[in-house]
């Protein structure tokens, strides 16, 4: 048996729930036996009942003590959920999250961890997986042992199609001492973006040269156009312009959309970091010699300020709108 731990919002599967499952599919076909599914928290009964349509059997934990995350609860559920369906592979999405809390539940099976990988298979007794190292610009062919944990960076893997109706079981998991050593006292939700960061096909990101806090409206216009996230370098953020769940970098986030633009962004090192491996890169610079143009496969010389404008009509243009 294969387990998926299935992000959701409360009401909806993550999209990386979906490439969880296909990647467990994959290697369900060659390690033999079913693929099941977990889902965690606030909403998950709900959630279950949409779950079930990719997986045979889904368990459910929730209730007053998982109605918020800490590491070490997820990491506890994981591994109850792993011990009932007797899974062998554990598959996980490499969000922010699935990352703090995976390294735990390896800990706790005594399992090989492949972290944040881009493919993953099985041939014989082990599993084997690709993922980028050292600022995404070595790519690292790992295998490990059974058991085994594998999270799945962000869109990097086909999501799955619905495979028929399995089942949904409650699963009541005690929490202990340890998992009570971290309590959430407060949520103050910092942004309002309508599509997550790292799981966008299209990423709009602004840097310095926007020039003001007030220039990222036009920032957003162009992402809500597209249906893409916002996107912002530490110097904006450093500047309050815009909030740190927006980073993308070395110590932001990492995203591979389909379709990244670079506004008014230098590209330097730690920055490309977050993104060098986005499909198309599409650059606006006034400075002909900005290392982000060397990343970019299509770049524009000029001002932001009249190219962006000109590029929000041409997208409304093409809309209709
Ligand atoms: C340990 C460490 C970790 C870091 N982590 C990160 C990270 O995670 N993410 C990150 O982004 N950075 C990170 N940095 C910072 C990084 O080194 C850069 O300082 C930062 O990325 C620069 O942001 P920027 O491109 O917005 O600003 P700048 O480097 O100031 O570039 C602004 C660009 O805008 C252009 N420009 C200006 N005006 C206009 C205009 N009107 N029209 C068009 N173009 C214009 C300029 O030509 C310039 O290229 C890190 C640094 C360190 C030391």
Sequence with gaps: MILVVMDHDGNELRKGALEGVSRARKLAEALGGEVAGLVVGFGAEG????AKDYVSKVYVVSGPDWETYTAEKWAKAAHAAAEAAGARVVVAPASRTGRSWTARLAVKMD???LEDTLDSWAEGEKVYATKYSFL?????KQAGSLPAVISVKPNTTPLAEPAGAGTVEPLAVELGELEKKVEVLEKIV????KVSLTEAEVVVTGGRGMGSAEAFQMIEEFADLLGGAVGATRAVIDAGWRPYAEQVGQTGKTVQPNVYFALAVSGAVQHQAGMNKSKVVVAVNKDPDAPIFKETDYGVVGDVHQVLPAMIEEVKKLKGA
């Excluded at 959630?47 to 949409?50: D, R």
């Excluded at 995404?136 to 690292?140: A, H, S, W």
């Design 136 to 140: 995404n610009r070595v790519l690292e």
């Design 190 to 193: 910092e942004t309002g973006g």
């Design 47 to 50: 959630v279950a009942e949409k």
């Design 111 to 113: 399992a090989a961890l």
